[in-house]
């Protein structure tokens, strides 16, 4: 399988705004992710995930080391070029769903493709296609404060999967659903790996999690361990 | 584009109270501003029209040089060849001709230095209004050879009245020093101190005869169609009459300060306009600006999934358009229809009648309101909603997603 991520020697510190104190977050990080992969990173609070993965998807800039997706050093890009790599290349799956309000489900699931310029036409056929594999062609027309959680979760994937990104990265994807929706969710994205072909990175720290993922990264006070 | 414009106005609905209040705020500052403006512009309107109509007509023609030195050397000599022209312009409505000069009134126990104006009484009906200031009398009728109508002041300071003699004095156009008994016929009460304290009318005959002026006259006043014409018909003057020999001159030149005076209103309203503007700028900017602060998350998380910053701006620039618009729309149509109202029923401020006489104005004021001015508020609002909103836009557009999505 062709190499799809690789990050080269990454360390992230954060500064608190006004003060001189700084937090590590990444130490020297070293990865290699290949097409296809359903990967987990794991590791306890703190140690580092979210911001490993924030900025393998080009939403933060990394204080050293190089990280390259599919032959680009997102670490060199414009924020203007970052929106553009983010929209074309990386799917979100968000801990907190992170869905637009006033949009419905299948708004929401169109929005990335609508901003890739899908026509209308075969967003509308794809959105309907993917919400009624996830059980959700009765909840289109809702907003997602009258979704569940899994429910919001699970637009959020298909939201994530229409875009036909060269990678899907999911934060916590389970942290704030109940352990039977947070297993089903797994089997979707697990199955849309196997199907589609798609690359999936998540952080987590639920041992359900880990034992899906087909390989397993361990990360503690921002090295890896594993 | 359209899903940008459908999340903008889902935005603006979605804090009903708060997008309400905003349009309602713009509304009220548009409607004020619009009615504030029809109202100047009607009681501008009513100056201009009753302060021409009285005496000086719209545009006068005169020989060159005499309004500058009035004087009989400055006559125009033909005036029948001057006339006909004028008849060649179709929004001439009236014209009247006139001799004017300076002359000394005495009764028995005073005298006093006043404009003598010679009329054509039944020309000059359909030209000026002062037929109708008449306070106590008549006015000329044609053949009043031998009477005079002057002003009240006038009168009591000549301590003359109705039927009593007066004598008019001056210097003929041939040098001579002539003098002519008139009858008081009428007292003129304009309310204007220039023609009460200081006009003498007779006839354009008597006037001829006292000035030796045989067959010359010192002017013609003309009246256009309405007051929006009068400037296209002096420039038709002008093309028509040798600028050699005559001066035309519209109201604006005879009178210049009544000019300046609607000028100043102009100004006046424009910083209305320009306060206006800023309170609903401010109005505008506060919303947009809370409403944008209130989502920085929802921005980040857009950012995030690759909406472009131009496309945030955007989007923010569409909710600010949508709360202007319909501020807009809804004071546009306010002012309109509260200008309208009034313009028809009028505003009675007969309480400041003296005041407002002495500026040529009636004691009703009728607002009126013009589309072009309408339309120019009202774009202006609309202007000012988007440049506004680009402070917050771009501030949304400039979030780290990561921070925004971390609060």
Same mark, same amino acid.
């Given at each position: 399988?062709?190499?799809?991520?690789?990050?080269?020697?990454?360390?992230?510190?954060?500064?608190?705004?006004?003060?001189?104190? *700084?937090?590590?977050?990444?130490?020297?990080?070293?990865?290699?992710?290949?097409?296809?992969?359903?990967? &987990?990173?794991?590791?306890?609070?703190?140690?580092?995930?979210?911001?490993?993965?924030?900025?393998?998807?080009?939403?933060?800039?990394?204080?050293?080391?190089?990280?390259?997706?599919?032959?680009?050093?997102?670490?060199?890009?414009?924020?203007?070029?970052?929106?553009?790599?983010?929209?074309?290349?990386?799917?979100?799956?968000?801990?907190?769903?992170? =869905?637009?309000?006033?949009?419905?489900?299948?708004?929401?699931?169109?929005?990335?493709?609508?901003?890739?310029?899908?026509?209308?036409?075969?967003?509308?056929?794809?959105?309907?296609?993917?919400?009624?594999? =996830?059980?959700?062609?009765?909840?289109?027309?809702?907003?997602?404060? *009258?979704?569940?959680?899994?429910?919001?979760?699970?637009?959020?994937?298909?939201? &994530?999967?229409?875009?036909?990104?060269?990678?899907?990265? &999911?934060?916590?994807?389970? &942290?704030?659903?109940?352990?039977?929706?947070?297993?089903?969710?797994?089997? =979707?994205?697990?199955?849309?790996?196997?199907? =589609?072909?798609?690359?999936?990175?998540?952080?987590?720290?639920?041992?359900?999690?880990?034992?899906?993922?087909?390989?397993?990264?361990?990360?503690?006070?921002?090295?890896?361990?594993? | 584009?359209?899903?940008?414009?459908?999340?903008?106005?889902?935005?603006? $609905?979605?804090?009903?109270?708060?997008?309400?209040?905003?349009?309602?705020? $713009?509304?009220? @500052?548009?409607?004020?501003?619009?009615?504030? +403006?029809?109202?100047? !512009? #009607?009681?501008?309107?009513?100056?201009?029209?009753?302060?021409?109509?009285?005496?000086?007509?719209?545009?006068?023609?005169?020989?060159?040089?005499?309004?500058?030195?009035?004087?009989?050397?400055?006559?125009?000599?033909?005036?029948?060849?001057?006339?006909?022209?004028?008849?060649?312009?179709?929004?001439?409505?009236?014209?009247? %001709?006139?001799?004017?000069?300076?002359?000394?009134?005495?009764? %028995?126990?005073?005298?006093?230095?006043?404009?003598?104006?010679?009329?054509?009484?039944?020309?000059?009906?359909?030209?000026?209004?002062?037929?109708?200031?008449?306070?106590?009398?008549?006015?000329?009728?044609?053949?009043?050879?031998?009477?005079?109508?002057?002003?009240?002041?006038?009168?009591?300071?000549?301590?003359?009245?109705?039927?009593? +003699?007066?004598? $008019?004095?001056?210097?003929?156009?041939?040098?001579?020093?002539?003098?002519?008994?008139?009858?008081?016929?009428?007292?003129?009460?304009?309310?204007?101190?220039?023609?009460?304290?200081?006009?003498?009318?007779? !006839?354009?005959?008597?006037?001829?005869?006292?000035?030796?002026?045989?067959?010359?006259?010192?002017?013609?006043?003309?009246?256009?169609?309405?007051?929006?014409?009068?400037?296209?018909?002096?420039?038709?003057?002008?093309?028509?009459?040798?600028?050699?020999?005559?001066?035309?001159?519209?109201?604006?030149?005879?009178?210049?300060? !009544?000019?300046?005076?609607?000028?100043?209103?102009?100004?006046?309203?424009?910083?209305?306009?320009?306060?206006?503007?800023?309170?609903?700028?401010?109005?505008?900017?506060?919303?947009?600006?809370?409403?944008?602060?209130?989502?920085?998350?929802?921005?980040?998380?857009?950012?995030?999934?690759? !909406?472009?910053?131009?496309?945030?701006?955007?989007?923010?620039?569409?909710?600010?358009?949508?709360?202007?618009?319909?501020?807009?729309?809804?004071?546009?149509?306010?002012?309109?229809?509260?200008?309208?109202?009034?313009?028809?029923? @009028?505003?009675?401020?007969?309480?400041?009648?003296?005041?407002?006489?002495?500026?040529?104005? #009636?004691?009703?004021?009728?607002?009126?309101?013009?589309?072009?001015?309408?339309?120019?508020?009202?774009?202006?609002?609309?202007?000012?909603?988007?440049?506004?909103?680009?402070?917050?836009?771009?501030?949304?557009?400039?979030?780290? %997603?990561?921070?925004?999505?971390?609060?």
């Amino acid at each position: 399988m062709s190499l799809l991520v690789e990050v080269n020697n990454v360390s992230h510190v954060y500064r608190k705004q006004r003060s001189s104190v *700084e937090t590590k977050a990444l130490d020297g990080v070293e990865l290699k992710v290949h097409a296809g992969d359903f990967m &987990a990173i794991a590791g306890p609070s703190g140690s580092g995930k979210t911001t490993l993965l924030n900025l393998i998807g080009g939403l933060d800039y990394p204080t050293s080391g190089d990280i390259m997706v599919d032959g680009v050093y997102v670490n060199k890009l414009t924020p203007v070029q970052l929106a553009e790599f983010r929209l074309r290349k990386i799917g979100f799956v968000f801990q907190a769903y992170n =869905l637009i309000p006033t949009l419905t489900a299948l708004e929401n699931t169109q929005y990335v493709a609508f901003l890739q310029g899908t026509s209308k036409k075969h967003r509308d056929h794809d959105a309907m296609s993917i919400l009624k594999d =996830l059980g959700l062609d009765t909840l289109i027309h809702r907003k997602p404060a *009258e979704l569940s959680g899994g429910q919001q979760q699970r637009v959020a994937v298909a939201r &994530a999967v229409l875009a036909r990104p060269k990678i899907i990265l &999911a934060d916590e994807p389970t &942290a704030n659903l109940d352990s039977r929706t947070g297993e089903d969710l797994m089997d =979707l994205m697990h199955r849309m790996n196997q199907n =589609l072909g798609m690359t999936f990175i998540f952080s987590s720290h639920d041992k359900m999690v880990m034992d899906k993922a087909t390989t397993l990264i361990k990360l503690h006070d921002g090295r890896i361990t594993g | 584009m359209f899903t940008f414009i459908r999340i903008a106005w889902r935005n603006v $609905v979605r804090n009903p109270a708060r997008s309400l209040i905003t349009i309602g705020a $713009v509304a009220f @500052g548009l409607a004020a501003l619009i009615f504030l +403006k029809s109202f100047v !512009t #009607g009681a501008d309107h009513q100056m201009i029209a009753n302060y021409t109509d009285l005496l000086i007509g719209h545009a006068q023609v005169h020989k060159l040089g005499f309004q500058k030195d009035m004087g009989l050397d400055k006559s125009i000599n033909n005036p029948s060849s001057l006339a006909r022209t004028l008849l060649d312009i179709p929004s001439i409505v009236a014209w009247s %001709p006139r001799i004017k000069d300076f002359a000394l009134i005495s009764s %028995p126990e005073s005298s006093a230095g006043v404009l003598l104006m010679g009329i054509d009484p039944v020309n000059e009906k359909h030209l000026s209004t002062l037929h109708k200031r008449v306070h106590s009398g008549r006015y000329l009728d044609k053949g009043d050879d031998d009477k005079v109508v002057i002003g009240r002041q006038l009168a009591e300071n000549l301590r003359v009245g109705l039927d009593d +003699k007066v004598v $008019v004095m001056s210097q003929g156009a041939d040098g001579s020093l002539s003098a002519s008994a008139f009858t008081v016929a009428g007292l003129l009460d304009a309310g204007a101190e220039e023609i009460d304290k200081n006009l003498a009318l007779i !006839t354009l005959n008597a006037a001829r005869d006292l000035l030796v002026l045989t067959g010359r006259i010192s002017e013609i006043a003309i009246k256009a169609a309405s007051l929006e014409e009068v400037d296209e018909t002096v420039r038709a003057l002008r093309r028509a009459i040798d600028p050699k020999q005559f001066e035309v001159l519209s109201w604006k030149e005879i009178s210049p300060m !009544t000019y300046q005076w609607m000028q100043f209103d102009q100004v006046f309203t424009g910083l209305i306009l320009v306060i206006v503007l800023l309170i609903v700028s401010t109005g505008i900017l506060n919303t947009v600006l809370m409403s944008v602060l209130e989502r920085k998350r929802e921005f980040g998380i857009m950012a995030a999934l690759g !909406t472009r910053p131009g496309q945030i701006v955007f989007l923010v620039a569409v909710e600010s358009f949508i709360l202007g618009s319909a501020g807009a729309l809804a004071g546009g149509l306010a002012g309109w229809g509260l200008s309208y109202f009034f313009g028809m029923r @009028g505003i009675d401020l007969s309480a400041l009648s003296d005041a407002l006489n002495s500026f040529y104005i #009636g004691s009703v004021i009728y607002p009126k309101a013009d589309a072009a001015s309408v339309g120019l508020y009202v774009g202006v609002v609309l202007l000012v909603s988007v440049i506004v909103s680009m402070i917050p836009a771009r501030r949304a557009s400039r979030l780290k %997603p990561v921070d925004a999505i971390a609060g």
